[in-house]
């Protein structure tokens, strides 16, 4: 195992970088963090929506709610592969097409969280903001979402675990992610498949673990400071 | 590009290919269930054991499980694992179906993690005065677990339980990765010798969907039943 990690510890955190394209489990990371980046708007947007007085609005992004956490995220990518490029008019690429379809997706996933978050704040927040003059997306912004985010926090460290997690599935597609990678040296080596997908289960380990520990510091926190504060 | 058409799929090779991957599929997520669910009790009841060892063994399953992606388990069960058995073993695996029993180990060990800490969830909300009752009646552990606690708590857990049933439908499609012939495999197959992907894509979709629509809807009666 030592020598699997002498010979391709370079390959496996950054691909052929600098020679070529990056890759490995520094892809693996940028991508998540893209992802949940970018799609946070998109789910705060589609969360307040599905939240909204107007049946017009709330209507159809619960139906789309509903159709994309009914199939599988590999469906969702299969999509963007074969269809970004005819909506676009340009090649996307694997990259791009893994990043567009884990926003929708995440999004869609984003919004229930956001949702959730949004119900967890008092009515009489929402009835305080109404009757001192402000209207309801002023009301949304200014008290109800502040107070939102605070109780989202966790989720969204558990959210970006997942992302992680689903970045693997951009192997199907081609992209030169930590698992491709992976996958790659196991080819080269041969002899020593139980090696190299171990290391690759353990290296996601880390990841994720310190990062759901991160999640539940946070979540203890919270519940203190809720218990102060009533 | 032609019109939209359904119809070719509904007849022939491409429809016997997408019914047969759909049927895996199912298969898949039945025989799953049927191994996740007692190894998630068993997980559920280290985690609650009166032993700090068996603690630690029941969270240290659900947390190295928990946190690799399921495509990672897929490779490694797949590729990995199989070079541990003993050579007798491995060439009678190597002669059977080798693809659905390493998508099956893998897809089991994944959802019993999940599903372990929706039972123990289960487990904490019954009262306490409960179990105190049990062992004063002269139970054991075990035995005021299975007859007092467990069918109380599994009740209290569907409504997650099948949550995570419905991420299970979902994560069949992963198999795919490791060559099994499931519906996802299917729809590439047809996809690839029929360069329709659009109606490919759209019988695809519409039947996980409506898998999921059930197992939700299912979910959502249970809820309304147990509250």
């Known amino acids: 195992m030592l020598e699997l990690l002498h010979d391709y510890w370079l390959y496996f955190l950054v691909g052929r970088y600098p020679e070529g394209p990056l890759g490995g489990l520094a892809l693996t990371v940028l991508l998540a963090s893209l992802a949940l980046v970018l799609s946070l708007p998109f789910g705060l947007l589609l969360g307040l929506a599905r939240l909204s007085p107007w049946r017009l609005l ?33 090649e996307s690429g694997q990259f791009g097409t893994m990043l567009a379809a884990l926003v929708i997706f995440d999004g869609i996933y984003l919004a229930e969280i956001v949702r959730a978050g949004v119900q967890a704040v008092p009515t009489g927040q929402v009835e305080a903001a109404r009757s001192l003059g402000l209207n309801y997306l002023d009301s949304m912004r200014q008290v109800v979402l502040p107070q939102a985010l605070r109780h989202m926090l966790p ?7 997942s992302t992680i997690k689903e970045t693997s599935l951009g192997t199907i597609i081609g992209l030169a992610e930590v698992s491709f990678i992976a996958s790659q040296v196991n080819g080269l080596v041969l002899t020593k498949p139980v090696q190299v997908y171990f290391l690759l289960g353990m290296t996601y380990f880390v ?24 | 590009m032609r019109m939209f058409d359904l119809n070719f799929l509904l007849a022939g090779d491409y429809r016997d290919w997408l019914l047969s991957g759909l049927l895996l599929s199912l298969q898949l997520l039945a025989i799953t269930l049927l191994l996740s669910l007692p190894l998630a009790c068993g997980v559920a009841m280290l985690r609650l054991a009166p032993s700090r060892l068996l603690n630690g063994l029941g969270a240290a399953y659900v947390e190295l499980i928990r946190n690799v992606p399921l495509l990672a388990h897929f490779l490694f069960w797949y590729f990995g694992a199989p070079e541990l058995l003993p050579d007798t073993w491995k060439e009678r695996l190597y002669a059977g179906n080798i693809e659905a ?50 069918p109380q708590a599994l009740r209290l857990a569907a409504p997650p339980l099948l949550s995570q049933t419905l991420n299970l439908w979902q994560n069949t499609s992963i198999a795919t990765v490791i060559g099994v012939a499931e519906l996802m495999y299917q729809t590439q197959r047809v996809e690839a010798a029929s360069f329709r992907s659009v109606e490919a894509f759209v019988f695809a979709s519409a039947a996980y969907l409506v898998v999921s629509l059930v197992i939700a809807g299912l979910a959502a009666w249970l809820q309304k039943k147990v509250s």
């Open chain 1, 58 to 90: 709330r209507w159809p992004v619960a139906a789309l709610i509903h159709v994309v956490r009914g199939i599988p995220l590999l469906l969702v990518i299969f999509w963007a592969y074969f269809f970004l490029p005819s909506i676009t008019g340009h």
């Open chain 1, 155 to 161: 989720s969204l460290v558990n959210q970006f675990v």
């Open chain 2, 101 to 150: 029993v390493s998508a099956i180990t893998a897809l089991t060990l994944y959802t019993a993690a999940y599903m372990a800490e929706d039972i123990r969830s289960g487990i904490r909300a019954i009262p306490a005065q409960q179990f105190e009752a049990g062992r004063a009646l002269g139970f054991s552990f075990l035995a005021t677990m299975r007859l007092c606690i467990v």
């Open chain 1, 207 to 230: 990841l994720c673990f310190s990062l759901s520990r991160a999640a539940f510091w946070l979540e203890r926190r919270q519940a203190r400071l809720l218990k102060a504060a009533a």
